[in-house]
């Protein structure tokens, strides 16, 4: 016993030197290990804010080809009530009526890949900044409340139509893109036609009020579409600078 201890005076600088060495290797090694986890999680951030860039500016896009076609339905449809109310004397001035009205429904279709992905893998805390994530986190938060207040708009102007089809079953007759088909047969315009001078009568109503809740929903929909637009805009300029500050 007295020989080890000797030993160990004799030696200590030597072991001391030794245990140094294995503790710093150690802690090197943790230290390298987590500088390349931190290396690896910033490649995946910046890889990630990209992507939600390419998303955002699809979005500001579509956002713009939505607003102008909700414009133009929002005007076709005024014009159509206008006119409605105006005497049709004949078959060509019912198909002039109809010529331009849409029954558009097209749902919210804008770009979350990127961000369904982030949720679903666990990866939405790889996006360091805590405030630009939770803009990311609303915005698509906002797009989800927009895409099933439309869908339920669309479901709600789906119903108006078909009652227009059950009141009125020779609507198709109204559209010239059907001429082919009715081409030789002889339509008499006061039989088939004499309700879209009445304003009292079902069908007329029926009409108006289906062209009515289709030109509201257009007008919805365009104030949800600028409300996206702008909240994707600024995220889309966030990002930017996010990206710029990881070069």
Known sequence: MKDIIKHLKENWIRYGFETIVVVAGILGAF??????????????????????????????????????DSKSLITVHREFISQLYQKQSSLDDVK???????????????????????????????????????????????????????????????????EVGKQVPNLSKFYSFHDDLYDGVDIIFDEQFDFINDPTSKKFQTIDNAIATYKLKHSVFMDYFRKLKEISNQLYKDIQKELELRK
């Open 96 to 162: 002039n009526l109809f010529a331009n009205i849409l029954w558009n429904s097209e749902q919210l279709t804008s770009q979350n890949s990127t961000y369904i992905e982030l949720t679903n893998s666990g990866n939405l805390n790889v996006l360091r900044n805590q405030e630009l994530r939770g803009s990311v986190i609303n915005y698509y938060r906002e797009n989800n409340l927009a895409s099933i207040h439309i869908s339920e708009f669309n479901e709600v102007s789906s119903r108006f139509l078909i």
């Open 31 to 68: 230290m390298l290990n987590n500088w390349n986890e931190n290396q690896k999680q910033k490649i995946i951030e910046i890889q990630y804010l990209k992507r939600l860039s390419i998303d955002l500016s699809n979005d500001i896009t579509y956002y713009n080809r939505r607003i102008s």
